[in-house]
Structures are given as C-alpha cells and as structure tokens.
C-alpha cells in the first residue's frame, strides 16, 4: 500500500457516522427562507462549517465576513473551523467536528471512496479556477523547458499534484508518482513555504493555486500555463462544499440554507467584486495575521470564477487522473453527489438547475 492510499486509509479507519440514505433534499420544508428571515431557529441549534483560509475558498470566507451565511441560517449559529489540508477537514467531518466543508476535489474523492460511499455527499461547487503553472523564466522559457527541472506540488495526491502529474504524462514524460523522480522531479513543498523555496533557486517553479501563484510571479516568476486551458469552457472545479450524510438528512433544512447562503454569496461576490476581494482579504488577515498586498491579491481573484456548479464531469475527469498516475485504486463515484437541495435553491432564486454527471444519488 502506498504512503497516498495509506493516508486515505488511515482516515477510512476513523469513527464513521451512521448512516441513512436517499430523499434529503426532498425533506426540507417550504417555509425554511421564511423562518431563517425572522431569525428563528431551524431543525439544529448549530452549524459547524469548516474552509481552508485561501483565495478558492473565498465564498465561506465572505460569507463568513459579510454574514451571508448566518443571515440565511436565522437562529441557527454557524460556527467555522479553518483547515490546512484535505485529509484533516476529511478527518473532522468523519468524526463529527464539523458538519458542512468547503473542500477541493481530490479529498472529496477520496472522502467518499474510503468510506465506501457512507461519509459524504458533494452537494455544490464554489469556485473554479485560479490554478496555475509558474516558473523561473531565466530556467524556464518553455512548456518542453519543464522537462529535467525541479517543480513543486503543495501535496502528494492533492489536486495540483495530480492535475501536474497528468499533464507531465499528457508531455510523454515518466515520473513516479509517489516519490515524484522521474523525467521531472516533482517536489512536494507546502504553500506557505513555496515561495521562499521558489526564492532561493531550490525549485524551478510550481503547479499551485492561487494566492501562492501570484506570489511567484510577485518574486518575479512568470506564468507558463493556466490550467483552466487544458479543461473545456475552461472551467474546471477547484471547490466543493460537502457535508457529512448524517447531517444531510437529520437537518435538510440547515443544510437549504448554507446552500441560499452560498449561493446568494456568490452572487454578491460577482455583482461586488471589489467589495468581495476587499472582504475576503479581511477576513484573510482575521485568520492568518496577514493580508495580501495588492500585486498578489488582484491577480488572484481574477483568476478564480465563483460559481455554484459542482462542474460535475469535471470531478469524475480528476478521478480518471489520480488512477492513471497510480495514487488511487478505480474509485466507485456514484452518488457522491446529492444536488437537489442545490436545484431547489436555484430554481427559487430564479437561476439554472446544474447536473452531476450521472454521479448522484439514485
């Protein structure tokens, strides 16, 4: 078993909920905006959400800021809890720490893989985008210049890492995934020390996401590719929101209204975007004692689209990746997704309802 497969053991092995299935979103009862909208409380005292402190997160950290959440939560209180890492907010929704999660694709596969479908559902998308190869342009002229050079991922089996892994194999290339050796020699390095890394010469350049690209190209790294360019319409799921399925189908109702909430942030996030960036930052410095400074904060953002679809094939697509590189058995996906709750909110928001591939609940 590989260190990847058994990290995601290891999280398959916690405590898991009790489970129930089918019929969540068809659950939830009709007053639910009403009652929220006169701060009266739902089906559960509290909602325990949790989100990575980043830019692709940036719908629960304005909806966090501006109270967007809680606003469509009434006398339900949200609570937040930051992660770092996928496995941990994975960890933290198997145990019960949290109820809801913004989460990237790959954890979220393997979330619901290594619990033979039982932990979670993906019930929308948050953001596509903002993901970006940046090198050392004096090391770097072209995409055939990567071949040879020492380029970092944020972490073994996330989604960066098997975004690049697959398109160093697309190159003909041959590396192996878990070491990263090979025609490129792929070094796992965390964001927060990716750029003093970049800084010192001991890496060539990087496949991250924002805001640490555009820290690159603060220190005078340039772009070569955008990954939204190898994906059709150039869109590709970079956040989810997930919950845990005891939670699903105890409090339907709690979970109708994070999903108004998120979709009336996004909404407001593409109506105001400078008012978003300007929230998102604050609530970034809130969280990590420091805010970006404008040269990596505005190319950032706009880099990342805020949507509410799930970009469902494009999820089952980064599964296919991470079982060609050989950092996942074939995963079973379907029903990863409940998107009904989602569709229902939409359609009364007057918006389009959005598919899940064939991947839902049945």
């Known amino acids: 078993m590989t260190a990847y497969r058994r990290t995601f053991a290891a999280i398959a092995a916690l405590p898991l909920l009790t489970l129930a299935a089918c019929g969540y979103g068809s659950d939830a009862k009709d007053d639910t905006s009403k009652v929220a909208a006169e701060g009266k409380k739902l089906s559960a005292d509290t909602v325990r959400i949790g989100y990575f402190p980043n830019l692709t997160h940036a719908t629960a950290l304005v909806g966090d800021q501006e109270g967007l959440l809680q606003k469509e939560l009434g006398g339900t209180k949200a609570t937040y809890s930051q992660f770092n890492a996928g496995p941990s907010e994975i960890e933290a929704l198997n145990s019960g720490s949290i109820d809801i999660g913004w989460i990237g694709p790959s954890p979220a596969i393997n979330g619901y893989s290594t619990t033979d479908g039982k932990g979670l559902r993906i019930i929308s998308?948050?953001?596509s985008g903002g993901v970006k190869l940046v090198v050392n342009p004096d090391r770097i002229k072209s995409l055939k210049d990567v071949k040879g050079k020492k380029i970092a991922t944020p972490q073994l089996g996330n989604t960066q890492d098997v975004a690049f892994?697959?398109?160093?194999?697309?190159?003909g290339w041959k590396v192996e995934a878990e070491s990263g050796k090979g025609d490129v020699s792929v070094v796992r390095t965390d964001n927060k020390i990716t750029p003093d890394a970049?800084?010192?010469g001991s890496i060539d350049g990087a496949w991250v996401p924002e805001p640490t690209a555009s820290k690159l190209v603060a220190e005078g790294g340039?772009?070569?590719?955008d990954e939204a360019d190898l994906w059709p319409d150039k869109k590709f799921v970079i956040t989810n929101?997930?919950?845990s399925q005891k939670f699903l189908k105890e409090h339907p109702d709690v979970v109708e209204a994070v999903l108004r909430g998120s979709v009336k942030t996004n909404a407001w996030i593409n109506a105001n975007p400078d008012k978003a960036k300007a929230a998102a930052n604050t609530k970034l410095e809130e969280?990590?004692?420091k805010a970006l400074p404008a040269n990596v904060l505005d190319p950032a953002w706009k880099s990342i689209q805020f949507i509410d679809d799930?970009?469902?094939?494009?999820?089952?697509a980064e599964a296919e990746h991470a079982v060609k590189a050989g950092l996942l058995e074939q995963p079973k996906l379907d029903g990863i997704y409940d998107l009904a709750p989602l569709n229902k909110v939409l359609k009364a928001e007057g918006k389009s309802t959005v598919d899940?591939?064939?991947l839902g609940v049945k």
């Open 165 to 171: 892994l697959n398109w160093i194999s697309e190159q």
């Open 310 to 316: 799930p970009l469902a094939s494009t999820l089952d």
């Open 198 to 200: 970049y800084k010192s």
């Open 287 to 289: 969280l990590t004692d």
């Open 222 to 225: 340039k772009v070569l590719l």
């Open 125 to 127: 998308g948050s953001a």
């Open 356 to 358: 899940d591939a064939g």
């Open 241 to 243: 929101i997930i919950v």
